[in-house]
């Protein structure tokens, strides 16, 4: 997989910024680098497929509880994400859209 190895700046439509480290098909490193998140970070046991060429699904469940998927387009330099999250309202869901950069 292309994906394998890679690590990229994720800047979303959100205002959020992470960086995003695909160490291997089922371990993924991140941390947040703006937005409510800014500071958090952790390494996840990950889901990754490629669903075309160079366009990859890949999923994973943080400790927090935390949810992501994400879609990553490396040959347009985009990415798809929805997350679920808690909050004291109950569980909410953001989906977002943005662009990567190869570190």
Known sequence: ???IGKKFL???ESG???IGDYSSPTEVSWEALSGPAKGSK???SANTAEIAPNIFFV???EKSGTTVSQVLDLDKLV???F???DTPQGRQSMFDTGTLTEQ
């Open 1 to 3: 997989m292309d994906l």
């Open 10 to 12: 994720f800047q979303y």
């Open 16 to 18: 959020l910024q992470v």
């Open 42 to 44: 952790g390494t996840e």
């Open 59 to 61: 999923s994973w469940i």
């Open 79 to 81: 990415v798809t994400a």
């Open 83 to 85: 997350v679920t999250f």
